[in-house]
């Protein structure tokens, strides 16, 4: 059986200016063995037009893919951002819980006031109060 296969990012800069390969390599890789081939680039960091830059060697991925390597996840949301394949579920999440994140931030936060139509007896002792001090209000005036 020859052994696996798997496409994933390998960080090649620093802490603070990353910088990703997209390689191939054995799953049981030890890190001092070489990669078997580099199949492209990614770098995280937003440009100047606020784009980050990806670069795939077609070729070479369809011809691992075809040998049945599997990408990681990190190469498979990449995969399927570029459009080579299906958009990767995690993509679909992240994207969810960023939407439910900002809507948090731009929401209101919730009164804690009773609404007047409440069925809260306290309410309606303030209602029925109230009331009864516009109707003495309204005979006085008349």
């Keep these: 059986m020859p052994p696996r296969v798997r496409l994933m990012l390998v960080l090649k800069g620093c802490a603070n200016r990353p ?3 997209i390689v191939a390599s054995h799953v ?3 890190p001092d063995q070489p990669i078997l081939e580099q199949i492209g ?3 995280p960091m937003p440009n100047e037009h606020n784009e980050s830059l990806v670069s795939f060697n077609y070729d070479r991925l369809g011809y691992w893919l075809g040998h ?3 990408p990681s996840r990190g190469v498979g949301m990449l995969l399927g951002l570029a459009g080579y394949t299906v958009v990767h579920p995690y ?3 992240m994207a969810w819980e960023n ?3 900002n809507a948090a ?3 209101t936060p919730p009164t804690t006031d009773i609404p007047a139509g409440a069925p809260d007896g306290q309410n309606q002792k303030n209602n029925e109060s109230t009331s009864g001090e516009l109707k003495q209000a309204a005979s ?3």
């Design 68 to 70: 049945n390597a599997t």
């Design 28 to 30: 049981k890789k030890r």
């Design 41 to 43: 680039s990614y770098d």
């Design 19 to 21: 910088f990703y390969h």
């Design 140 to 142: 006085a005036s008349s």
């Design 99 to 101: 939407r439910l994140k």
């Design 91 to 93: 993509s679909y999440r």
């Design 105 to 107: 931030k731009t929401s």
